[in-house]
């Protein structure tokens, strides 16, 4: 085939890739996501995290962090402890409550507590039963209240929202429509100031803001770089040239990001101003020699001008090419790093880097014959103005080293303490909202202070819990300390007297919905935890708190272990871990793109040389950073990296046309004048295109990319002083150092020194980066209804005693055991139960009663310390019997009312049932899967499910009969959502032994069985 055919063939094929790769990025670049987490900059693992985890697991913490809607009245002498405004306070709670994507709201009005008299202990809403005249005095004295759901002052009131969503996309959504629905439900009358923060809500602000981000520096890019292409040059088809290239350069790259399924991050916020001054570079270094080969070969067609672009691109592969490469190996290198963000952004803009070379390559080859680069006078000149910085080589070297070294030792004054919740813009409403709540809620950032006392029980002792609430107060005066919880906090102080009393609060707390004292005291008795939340303050000043902490805890019990976790230390901890990383390890970059430049130039001394004045920049940086005192933060430390790879692009094309003129005119002498006259002005030209596209990130919203871009305008200028000042001013003075013939043979048989050489690099580049269906309807019903029925005659009974013992078993393995006796009765009205601990010890004699008629439920206590039996109202006893996963329909799953029942399937010995519940008798469930044995017509398996998510399994093991029932002796609860379990072992089970309503009575109480 003809050359020419060869030419028109290869040059459709590239257009048609180009068009493709465009028109495939177009569409792929609408689903491009934005994200932000805080979590993205931990490592994946580590002690910190482990500790962490292995905390949220002992104390069943919540995992995922709430929204902080903060609701101000707009007059200081307003308070919301009116009923007018408690009332509209419940109605913004409930309101927000039923909001999709939210699993849990918390507020004054709905917050559990109990309140104790003489006659009843009621637990509830306490704003449902205090009278509205006590509600002020009330709520001062609650530690567990000022500055957490109100403020000191009275007049602002916290709204905790927790999300069941956990996407960037979805907390945005989630975050408008909050602010929506309180729009709405508040009374317009109130005027009420709402702001919404929290880390959910910077989170989604966040993610948000970066969406703006990237429009704003893909326009500014593109404005910027072509207004550079009309300085340099006069005619309009570099201009053109520029505008196609990076519309192209930039949509690729995020077509492909989005094909990928990597979100945009805060990180990735510079990889519009990367890819841009990446093509720019690439064209201003190709431009320079395509002006200079059409006026010296004159081309007359455009064939001629096709071959004449082959011939100069092949010229310059390596060039172009080892250019990109090290750019990219200062961010690839980052990929070592632990921690994920980190080593996604490396990987992420390294192939960007080189994907933007390869494109280049074929834009070039394509629209390179229709550019006449018809450079502005002074661009066409040589570099004559860095002749006299010649003459002056010594003072130059001096000077540079000198300042070099002074700045480098400055590395032990840097500044690593930086805040959490300033990366959002200081004006942006999420900030303020954060900062304002950090201010009135007592801080924002938690932490888990843990004390392991010697031995289980020990936080029953009244002089515990006593030296524990000394120091809560002594922690509470530490300035970083915003807040303080402890299980103090949860008993009266009438009842921290007598260890009887204490234990009875505990297992008054056990029979609610959900035991706050397991979020405070581990299941064994042995450990508490302190729930802290801190300011958000530079990590130095909270690190000062923190050590004074740990020498109050110390002095109060000394010996007792004590541990540090939560969000406060570990984002702190790791970041600075992280930016001390990113700092002090930018050799790695040096030491592989030397490797790298002394296999390309087969040369140690040429790649040595290469990396002097590549020491520069970082040096200069951290003087910039120490004199200043910037907070270094990781994405700050990355500039070092980043600086590097960026610098080593002007060194490598100094010295590649020194060693191109070395080898094209056989000179022995060192021609670095000549060199320095032919690639001055294109190197100028580079940093200035680099200064210039950086410059953008001073108009970025985030404070962090305003930092970035200010300290790599540093290191640009850092690396130009490098490259054309001190290297020039070096070689003059010792030019053998790159006097080596050797480094100068070529092989006899290699025609073209770049394909050798391409073989290197790609070796080098190589090795080092390297349900089962449902049954149809009809008859299936009927057969349901008619198991359930014979399953009920097999349980049914008038009355059942029985010994139970409970085995509780933690997620973490942790186990405690609580025993009791058990009567029941069935009525014409409903049913009756006494229940009365047998063991542990310290609960033994405690008994309660409960009665239920219809959908009322009655209950009463009797408390030994007092001897006094008291009523319970609200909401007590809707949770897990003594703190255990088991509920009352456990023990009889078919007495479950249902809405629907149908047959699922048959297998040998059983049958699968679905019961779609009534919500309000089965805990919220949907729906359970009931497997019942056949012939016999037992419940063996119970499978609870909310939605499609199983929530709870229950088998029943061992059956018995007494007096014709079949009674399980072994029930096993599992749940699978915070993975605790519950053995019940049943014995000296007695079915219809003649008990009578006169046992169940509140004189019956305080009897012995």
């Known amino acids: 085939m003809k050359l020419p055919v060869i030419v028109k063939i290869s040059v459709a094929l590239c257009l048609a890739l180009i068009a493709s790769l465009g028109v495939m990025s177009i569409i792929k670049v609408q689903d491009l996501q934005t994200q932000y987490s805080f979590r993205d900059f931990f490592p994946r693992e580590h002690s910190l995290l482990d500790l962490d985890q292995e905390i949220t697991s002992k104390y069943q913490l919540e995992e995922s962090s709430s929204f902080l809607v903060a609701l101000t009245l707009p007059s200081r002498n307003q308070t919301w402890l009116i009923p007018s405004r408690v ?99 508040l009374p317009k009358k109130l005027d009420t100031i709402v702001e919404i923060g929290g880390t959910p809500a910077v989170k989604a602000q966040m993610s948000a803001q970066l969406g703006s981000e990237l429009q704003k520096f893909l326009v500014v890019s593109l404005i910027l770089f072509c207004a550079l292409m009309f300085f340099f040059y006069k005619r309009g088809s570099p201009l053109v040239l520029t505008l196609v290239g990076l519309t192209l350069t930039n949509l690729t790259c995020l077509g492909g990001l989005a094909a990928a399924n990597i979100s945009f991050s805060v990180l990735l916020s510079t990889l519009p101003i990367i890819v841009s001054t990446t093509f720019i570079s690439l064209i201003l270094h190709t431009l320079h020699p395509w002006g200079e080969s059409l006026g010296k070969h004159r081309p007359a067609t455009w064939l001629d001008r096709q071959i004449l672009t082959f011939r100069m691109l092949k010229e310059m592969f390596l060039a172009n090419l080892l250019g990109s490469i090290t750019t990219a190996i200062g961010f690839l290198t980052l990929s070592w790093t632990i921690i994920p963000a980190i080593q996604k952004y490396a990987w992420t803009v390294g192939a960007t880097v080189l994907w933007t070379w390869a494109l280049g390559q074929l834009i070039l080859y394509v629209a390179l014959p229709w550019i006449n680069p018809e450079a502005r006078r002074w661009n066409q000149a040589r570099a004559t103005w860095i002749l006299p910085l010649m003459k002056l080589s010594i003072p130059i070297v001096s000077l540079v080293i000198a300042i070099s070294i002074v700045s480098g030792a400055t590395i032990t004054k840097l500044n690593f303490s930086s805040r959490l919740f300033d990366d959002l813009p200081s004006k942006d409403p999420v900030r303020a909202a954060t900062e304002n709540i950090d201010a009135k809620f007592g801080g924002t950032l938690p932490l888990n202070f843990t004390i392991a006392g010697p031995n289980e029980n020990v936080w029953k002792d009244p002089e515990h819990l006593k030296k524990l609430e000394e120091l809560s107060i002594r922690f509470r005066e530490l300035p970083a300390v915003g807040s303080v919880m402890s299980v103090v906090d949860f008993i009266p102080a009438s009842s921290r007297t007598q260890a009887g009393a204490i234990s009875e609060q505990y297992f008054l707390y056990s029979m609610a919905a959900k035991n706050p004292l397991a979020n405070f005291v581990s299941s064994d008795g042995r450990e508490i935890r302190m729930a802290l939340r801190m300011r958000d303050m530079p990590s130095n000043k909270l690190a000062n708190s923190r050590s004074q902490m740990m020498r109050l805890a110390q002095r109060a019990f000394p010996g007792y272990q004590l541990q540090e976790s939560g969000p406060a230390i570990i984002s702190h ?22 490797v790298l430049l002394a296999l390309v130039f087969r040369s140690v001394r040429w790649a040595l040389v290469a990396c002097l004045p590549n020491f520069i920049p970082p040096a200069i940086l951290m003087g910039a950073l120490a004199v200043s005192q910037t907070p270094v933060k990781p994405g700050i430390a990355l500039v070092f990296s980043i600086a590097l790879g960026l610098a080593f692009n002007n060194t490598v094309y100094l010295l590649s046309r020194l060693r191109h003129i070395q080898k094209t005119t056989g000179m022995k002498k060192l021609p670095l004048r000549r060199a320095l006259l032919l690639e001055g002005n294109p190197c100028l030209s580079e940093s200035f295109v680099l200064f210039v596209g950086f410059l953008a990130f001073l108009l970025s919203q985030f404070e962090l990319n305003q930092t970035f871009g200010v300290f790599m305008l540093v290191s640009i200028f850092a690396g130009f002083v490098g490259d054309l000042v001190f290297l020039p001013a070096l070689l003059r003075e010792f030019p053998h150092w790159l006097h080596d013939q050797r480094g100068l043979e070529l092989p006899a048989k290699v025609r073209h020194p770049f394909t050798s050489k391409m073989m290197w690099i790609l070796a080098f580049s190589a090795a080092m980066l390297t349900p089962h269906s449902l049954q149809a309807a009809g008859d299936s019903a009927k057969e349901a209804q008619a198991l359930l029925q014979k399953a009920r005659k097999n349980l049914e009974s008038k009355s059942d ?37 047998q063991s542990p010890a310290d609960v033994k004699g405690t008994a309660l009663l409960a009665e239920l008629e219809g959908t009322e439920q009655k209950q009463w206590i009797y408390l030994p310390s007092s001897k006094q039996v008291r009523r319970i109202s609200g909401a007590a006893g809707q949770g897990g019997i003594l703190g255990s996963e088991l509920n009352t329909q456990d023990l009889n799953p078919v007495a479950i009312k249902s809405a629907q029942a149908r047959l699922l399937d048959r297998a040998k010995g059983s049958a699968r049932l679905q019961i779609d519940t009534k919500a309000s008798g089965a805990a919220g469930y949907t729906h359970l899967i009931l497997t019942l044995s056949e012939p016999e017509g037992l419940p063996l398996k119970a499978e609870y499910f909310k939605g499609k998510t199983l929530a709870k399994t229950v088998d029943f093991l061992n059956y018995m009969q007494s007096n014709g029932v079949s009674r399980a002796q072994l029930i096993k609860v599992f749940n699978p959502i915070n993975k605790r379990g519950t053995d019940v072992e049943l014995k000296n089970i007695k079915v219809n032994s003649g008990l009578k309503e006169k046992d169940f009575t509140v004189d019956a109480l305080k009897d012995d069985f």
């Open 87 to 185: 009332e509209a306070l419940r109605k913004a709670t409930d309101a927000l409550a039923q909001v999709p994507g939210v699993a849990k709201v918390t507020s004054l009005t709905n917050l559990e507590m109990a309140l104790q008299n003489k006659k009843e202990i009621e637990i509830g809403p306490i704003f449902e039963s205090l009278p509205p005249k006590q509600w002020k005095p009330w709520v001062r004295e609650q530690t567990l209240l000022k500055s957490q759901l109100i403020s000191e002052d009275l007049r602002s009131a916290m709204i905790l929202v927790e999300p069941s969503v956990s996407g960037t996309h979805e907390l945005q959504e989630l975050s408008i429509e909050l602010s929506a629905v309180l729009s709405r439900t």
């Open 573 to 594: 901890s790791l970041n600075q871990a992280l930016a001390k990383e990113l700092v002090y390890g930018f050799w790695h970059s040096l030491a592989i793109i030397g």
């Open 801 to 837: 005693q029985a010994t139970v013992i409970l085995k509780i078993i933690e997620k973490s393995g942790d186990t405690k055991v609580r025993e009791m006796e058990l009567k029941s009765l069935q009525t014409a009205k409903g049913g009756k139960a006494l229940v009365r601990i």
